[in-house]
């Protein structure tokens, strides 16, 4: 999809009759790698333009997963609190174990040998009934601190996945094409990863708890077995890089040429809660796509909302059912509060028995849960009231008995139905699949938002990608909630989290190192966020879960477009000599960044500014007056012309010299100044956005310009 400026470039063009929106009729998939765009012809095959048959699907790209997603961050927002992400990396509970290696979507039936290059292993000494194949070309799993040997109950000793977050991931990166995926009948369509050509590593560091020492020997091992790209869904509070093992293992993988892709964190929408904010790291976060499984709520004055669901339970058709809100449902040892967010034991199942059920969506009990405890209450179905943070996110659950969430608005809606009716009635749809959905994608509530508390001069996230009711496989060793209650059993499943999103980079950055072998992790990331998207298929700006128009806080460069990072024109490249310099600016000493390096290094006496860092995005968090950042960009594409246009932040002066940049070749760098001015209205708002894009008419290099502007 063009943005506006490219659209109205075009349109002023004297050949040109019009510009709008082209659209499709055509066979659906399951569906995020269809909103990224340009993927399939109508014939439902790979487009010959598309990076899919450009970079021939991945083809013997090497992509490990580190199951490491935890009840929190990554892992499911779907059915667990978010708020446990903010725990140290040694406290993260995990919920990702390894992978299910007889799921289909590693099966390798047409794959050629295993590549030369690999040089790991398939660690099944433990459990011998585990295989690795020509796809699924090895897996590890990490016990350091002797978390597993001592679990109760026992778990299994192997690189197995035993609760379906890790299959997930690694099929939505990777995963070979699947026909007929779906999860109760619901998204069904050809399930594949970014990369689904691409082989795959398992590397197993959570068992209950999350270790350091089990992620740094994985990083070790993942630069020795020879992968290309490191998909890493988990995360802590952001810390200092020095204590940071995700910081310091990622720094080794990336000074070899390995991308290592990030989840960005769940503890949106609150700011300044990204995680992996290290600027080696590629950070994810997670927005929605066109695709919902709606679930209608009729009230007894023939009122609907539109909520959503994927229980495979449904109420017989055109009932209506008596309605009560948990909190007029309680037991006399209860509270209203906790009746309200239907707790554990908390409905009185006198009260209960036959009716649908009001609950309230708070963070520290799962939602499947609550239906759960209204389904042993004797209730016949539940209403899910989603909170006034969450907004008009919602997020589609397997519940264990007809179930609908609705919105925040529609859910004040109810509650002035149930106080002014004196017998409420209300009756739930079955769930069914819905396409084309407006707007889309917008940005997930629990998204972790910037900016970087640790670094501001580094924006973070840098992008956005699908990571909301993503369907991929998953393990049969548990039922779909993850629940030990949850005795059903499918092959795919549908998650949300920032776990999900972090997959899809890590596919399309498997994609752009087939395309592109001799390219850096930067020049990749460089080129899936200078042409990002940062509008909706209603052809206007994002949107945040409550209809507000987000920023690069939400989104970083904007909404991944595949197919346009193949050829971005130009590219921000960083060394690993800028790396370490940049550390510098941290203030490290010789003996500090040895952590990093292997050996003592002694800064210059004249440190760089973290601003300068050869970075996509330009942030400056504490302009006064005027400041001065420096770029270089290395031209990827033709010999050509690049002129620059600026978007100017609210208050602020933005001059860019020189504003054209002439390239007589491949590979040719230009370095650019932009200056930054303030003027008195932007002084104390607060953090104020705008960007930068070169472009030599085919070619849009985008980067957002994040400042805060002081007296």
């Known amino acids: 999809m063009l943005e506006e400026e490219e659209a109205t470039l ?46 021939d699907y991945g083809d013997d790209i090497i992509v490990a997963n580190f199951d490491t997603g935890s009840s929190s961050v990554p892992s499911m927002p779907s059915f667990l609190p978010p708020f446990l992400f903010g725990l140290s990396l040694t406290k993260l509970r995990s919920h990702s174990k390894g992978v299910w290696p007889e799921s289909e979507s590693f099966g390798d039936e047409g794959y050629g040998p295993v590549p030369k290059r690999w040089r790991g292993i398939c660690q099944n000494n433990t459990k011998h009934s585990f295989h690795c194949n020509r796809k699924l070309i090895g897996a590890r799993f990490y016990d350091l601190s002797q978390q597993a040997k001592s679990a109760s109950p026992p778990v299994e000793y192997s690189p197995r996945d035993s609760e379906g977050h890790g299959t997930h991931t690694l099929s939505t990166a990777a995963g070979g094409f699947v026909r007929g995926a779906n999860i109760y009948g619901r998204a069904k369509g050809t399930a594949r990863g970014g990369s689904p050509h691409a082989r795959v590593a398992a590397y197993k560091v959570c068992w209950d708890l999350c270790a350091d020492a089990n992620l740094l020997a994985a990083f070790d091992d993942a630069i020795h077995d020879g992968v290309d790209v490191i998909s890493l869904s988990v995360g802590a509070l952001p810390s200092e890089y020095l204590f940071d093992s995700i910081a310091l293992g990622s720094f080794h993988a ?32 997670a927005s929605t796509i066109d695709r919902e499984f709606y679930s209608l709520v009729t009230l007894a004055d023939n009122k609907k909302m539109k909520g959503v669901s994927l229980s495979p339970k449904s109420l017989p058709a055109h009932k209506p059912y008596p309605l009560i809100d948990g909190s007029d449902a309680k037991r006399p040892n209860a509270s209203a509060e906790e009746a309200g967010w239907c707790y554990p034991a ?78 409420p009635t209300a009756t739930i749809s079955p769930a069914t699949t819905v396409l084309g959905v407006k707007p889309a994608p917008a940005m997930a509530s629990f998204s972790s938002r910037g900016p970087n508390l640790i670094n501001p001069e580094i924006l973070k996230p840098d992008i956005t990608a699908p990571g909301v009711d993503i369907l991929a496989a998953f393990t049969r060793e548990v039922g779909p909630t993850m629940l030990d209650v949850d005795k059903r059993r499918v092959g795919f499943n549908v998650m949300s ?9 890590s596919g399309v950055a498997g994609l752009l190192k087939k395309l592109h072998p001799r390219w850096s992790p930067a020049a990749i990331r460089s080129a899936i966020m200078t042409t990002a998207r940062t509008r909706d298929n209603t052809r206007t700006p994002m949107k945040d879960a409550n209809r507000e128009k987000a920023t690069p806080f939400d989104y970083g460069a904007g909404h991944v477009r595949p197919n346009r990072a193949m050829d971005p024109g130009l590219v921000y490249d960083i060394t690993f000599t800028d790396y370490v310099h940049f550390l510098c600016s941290r203030g490290y000493n010789a003996s500090s960044m040895a952590q990093f390096i292997g050996k003592r290094y002694a800064c210059p006496s004249k440190t760089m500014r973290a601003e300068d860092l050869n970075y996509p995005s330009i942030a400056v968090p504490n302009l006064q007056k005027s400041f001065t950042v420096s770029r270089t ?13 600026i978007k100017a932040p609210f208050g602020i002066d933005v001059s860019v010299k020189p504003q054209t940049l002439e390239f007589a070749k491949v590979e040719e760098e230009k370095t650019f100044h932009v200056r930054l001015r303030s003027r008195g209205e932007s002084v104390g708002v607060g953090y104020v956005f705008g960007g930068l894009t070169w472009t030599d008419g085919t070619h849009y290099v985008r980067s957002p310009l994040v400042v805060n502007a002081f007296s």
């Open 10 to 55: 075009i349109s002023e063009h004297p050949d040109v009759v019009s510009v709008f929106e082209n659209t499709m009729k055509t066979l659906h998939t399951t569906r995020s790698w269809d909103v990224m765009g340009g993927f399939l012809n109508r014939q439902g095959k790979a487009h010959p333009e598309s990076i899919w048959a450009k970079a």
């Open 254 to 285: 990336v000074q070899r040429g390995i991308t290592v892709v990030c989840s960005a964190g769940n503890e949106g929408p609150t700011p300044g809660t990204v995680s992996n904010i290290a600027p080696w790291l590629f950070t994810v976060g």
């Open 346 to 423: 908390t409905l009185d199942p006198g009260k209960v028995r036959g009716k649908i059920v009001v609950c309230s969506r708070d963070p520290s009990l799962a939602r499947v849960e609550k239906g759960v405890d209204v389904l042993k209450a004797g209730g016949a179905g539940m209403i899910l009231a989603n909170s006034d943070e969450e907004g008009n996110s919602l997020v589609a659950d397997p519940h264990f008995l007809p179930a609908s969430m609705i919105t925040y608005k529609d859910a004040l809606r109810l509650s002035s139905y149930l106080k002014s009716t004196k017998s």
């Open 497 to 505: 989290g920032t776990s999900m999103s972090c997959p899809h980079i």
């Open 633 to 645: 960009v290395r031209n990827v594409g033709t010999p050509g012309t690049y002129n620059v246009r």
